[in-house]
């Protein structure tokens, strides 16, 4: 199977797993981190490859071990440790891993709980696993400009100078977008006053900062989703430029299968809801899920985190919106962009669930 297509199919059946049910470390390893470990071509039965509770013998510490420790040649490359599933990833409570990474040929050191994978190497110091990780990878949430990343450590093609050399662009692209998501929603005094400077306002006031902050936020959001909205715009276009294709079937794991198209005014919806929604998460974490009767839009692609619906089906449109309760209101709706109207309804959701 592609790798792609193993690695989505791993993360349909963890978001349809019953993860409340895997309460121990055991179980995470069971269900999860060996599916994964596997997907990325190791024999877990081959404990020449795959070794479990590898022992970190080293300094003052005896004894110590690691979840996990994917040998190559010979020689332990990656290491993982493993946490129950819902735990707290905290590097500083993972000192045997931190420890072990110091004193060993491995390169890569892997914590987890199942569902987020956090990579980390030595950017920062030689031999000292770094606090920050390089990659992050959220199977409840996939990034799929991050599969060719996770792809340059399975077993066919293990490429661990490519990874390092691109490890640093992605732990400071993953930072530098995290400053712009918390400049947008709330923009602070430098990113006003670099603003000010660049207008000719003057001197930075007291009564400027005021001024502008609220104005710098507005902008920031409003150049953001008028940039979602004319790249949506060109996607419709040149998708109507291009011969129709059959339509494609949606294969879950049961053996059924349900034919779905997704309208155009669903595409036009959901982007619209993603730009809603970025005033308040990290976009990736908001995904579509088409249905026969509705269009569901969910946060981390969980089915018990409802973001809203899109009842588009027939002639009169409505948006569904959820309460604590996630008791569902149709709101009726003329047109998609209708949608802006109601943002503050759409951005209250994650509240419910964080």
């Known amino acids: 199977m592609e790798f792609a297509s193993e690695i989505k199919r791993l993360s349909m059946r963890f978001s349809q797993m019953d993860r409340d049910s895997i309460e121990t470390e055991e179980a995470t390893k069971t269900a999860m981190v060996m599916p994964f470990i596997m997907a990325l071509g ?14 970190a013998d080293y300094g003052v510490k005896k004894g110590e071990k690691v979840d996990y420790a994917i040998k190559i040649k010979g020689k332990p490359a990656i290491l993982f440790e493993c946490k129950a599933n819902g735990d707290q990833l905290d590097i500083s409570r993972c000192s045997q891993l931190s420890r072990y990474f110091a004193n060993s040929d491995a390169r890569i050191g892997v914590l987890t709980d199942g569902t987020t ?12 696993m770094d606090q920050r990780p390089f990659m992050i990878f ?41 400053i712009f998501a918390a400049e947008t929603e709330s923009p602070s ?14 001197r930075f ?11 710098v936020e507005r902008a920031l959001n409003s150049f953001i989703i008028e940039k979602m909205t004319n790249d949506f715009e060109n996607f419709v276009s040149q998708k109507k430029d291009k011969p129709e294709q059959p339509e494609e079937e949606v294969k879950p794991e049961s053996s059924e299968q349900i034919k779905l198209t997704t ?12 730009a809603i ?11 579509m899920r088409d249905t026969k009767s509705y269009c569901g839009i969910l946060l981390d692609d969980n089915n018990r985190k409802p973001i809203c619906r899109l009842h588009f089906n027939h ?40």
């Open 42 to 55: 190791y024999d877990v039965f081959n404990h020449e490859e795959v070794v479990p509770e590898f022992t």
């Open 117 to 128: 994978y956090k990579f980390y190497t030595d950017l920062e110091q030689p031999n000292k």
């Open 138 to 178: 959220d199977f409840l949430a996939v990034d799929e400009q991050l599969i060719p990343e996770l792809k340059k450590l399975h077993k066919s093609n293990f490429d661990l100078e490519t990874t390092l050399s691109t490890a640093s662009e992605l732990k400071y692209t993953r930072e530098i977008k995290k």
């Open 189 to 202: 005094e430098d990113m006003v006053r670099l603003f000010t400077s660049r207008l000719g306002v003057g």
């Open 205 to 215: 006031t007291k009564a400027v900062k005021e001024q502008f902050t609220p104005i």
């Open 263 to 274: 309208t155009e005014e669903e595409w036009e919806g959901f982007y619209i809801v993603k």
């Open 277 to 287: 929604m970025r005033q308040k998460v990290d976009v990736s974490r908001v995904i």
């Open 315 to 354: 002639g009169q449109k409505y948006l569904g919106v959820f309460d604590s309760e996630k008791n569902e209101t149709r709101i009726p709706i003329e047109k998609v962009d209708d949608l802006y109207q109601h943002s503050e309804k759409i951005l209250s959701t994650p509240d419910y669930y964080e």
